[in-house]
């Protein structure tokens, strides 16, 4: 029986999504937990995709096998009250066996929350502070040029040797917080992401909206395929994946 | 020279504001730093009241004194480059060498948040995850019963040995996040306030969305002046002291 499930989690104190020996990891802890259920026999589980250190998730997806048919309400129970309180299984839904929680990905988004404001230190491992004014329309129109189909290179990490660097963005935006206009939300949609990707992109726009760099530079970045020419990588902290399309 | 901080604070790690030996606490944090630029002259720091432990702040008053006449932007800087990350100086003033942070409060704004909705494990210890619909217009109707001047101590913690337990709230309500109407925001503005009060007020409101009390029911609690009539104490992580009155 295949499960597949939602999973929110506060990134701050794993070493990422990703198993890894003698790292405490969301997947590690997951595992641990679905294999004491499962009368100790080892569970495996696969998610849409890792996150890395720091990194925040609203809505992972990951399934899982186990052999008995449970009830569904009853295995979120049994999982939320063994995992840790930074870990929460939101959902839990049954599908076919040959789904796959990665391969069968039609879209992703992540968001980045920043503070243009006041540092707030009851903040500080889920926005990046920046607390500075940023050019917000500038950045915004910045980030539309990337929807559509292009060769991310550019916005990788910079040894990270790939096939096939071309990645398609379905839709972007950025939203101020009504209640506080110096928060502000990056939003990215797409079919596929690079590793690193939104944060050297959320690093370029903070450029642009700093002044260093104009909104259609992002263009002359995009054709150079290479990582030195956009700059810097974002903190983690920011980083939410909030939703998994399939 | 005196000088007024007011401070912003995340509680969840600290053995609550006030100095005890052997414990990592808000104040001991503060005196450790200002006697360091103090040039290891000891500074005592005298705040507006305590905060228990796991209690968080946004606008905590805290009074000092220094030989040196600083340039406050300066000794802000200095401050806040020595302090850990989850406590922060939004403003420092020059008061009266007659002022006193505690003494001279005219009022303060405590604020309880809390969630009706799903849990979020990105929030564990920053809103109370009641994570179940409440009757808040219910709650808001108690809540509006406690302004004015009454005695408190069926609203205190249990063994709190007082002269007097009269104490003047000046405003109280109940805000729905706009964006979540799951969230709710608790706020009472008071004289004073006596140990746990607001968290047993937080704790009584709570029953009476439940549906186990009437919001009337409060009249009787508070003319008992006894703590056993009141019921439960809400969790610290709910708590804010959110704004001192001078």
Redesign the interface.
Same mark, same amino acid.
């Given at each position: 029986m295949r499960y597949l499930m939602t999973i929110? #989690?506060?990134g701050s104190h794993y070493s990422g999504y990703q198993k890894q020996p003698r790292m405490v990891t969301i997947q590690g802890e997951l595992e641990k937990v679905l294999t004491k259920i499962n009368s100790e026999k080892k569970v495996t589980v696969s998610a849409s995709g890792r996150t890395d250190a720091g990194v925040?998730a609203?809505g992972q997806r990951a399934h899982f096998d186990l052999k008995k048919d449970w009830d569904l309400y009853k295995l979120q129970g049994s999982l939320?009250s063994l995992l840790p /309180?930074?870990? #929460?299984v939101?959902r839990i839904e049954k599908v076919a066996d040959d789904f796959h929680a990665r391969f069968d990905v039609q879209a992703k988004e992540y968001i980045y929350k920043l503070n243009m404001g006041?540092?707030?230190?009851?903040e /500080?491992d #889920?926005v990046y502070q920046y607390n500075e004014p940023l050019k917000v329309v500038e950045m915004e129109r910045a980030l539309k040029y990337l929807e559509g189909t292009h060769n991310f290179q550019s916005f990788t990490k910079a040894d990270e040797e790939k096939e096939d660097y071309v990645r398609t963005i379905l839709e972007t935006r950025i939203v101020r917080d /009504?209640?506080d206009i110096n928060q502000i939300t990056i939003s990215i949609t797409g079919s596929g992401f690079l590793r690193y990707m939104v944060r050297n992109i959320v690093g370029f726009l903070i450029e642009v909206g700093e002044g260093k760099r104009k909104s259609q530079d992002i263009l002359t970045v995009l054709e150079a395929q290479d990582r030195t020419q956009a700059g810097i990588t974002a903190p983690a902290c920011g980083l939410y994946l909030n939703q998994v399309f399939y």
């Open positions: 929110a #989690y506060d925040h609203y939320n /309180k930074d870990i #929460y939101r006041e540092y707030n230190p009851l /500080k #889920y /009504k209640k």
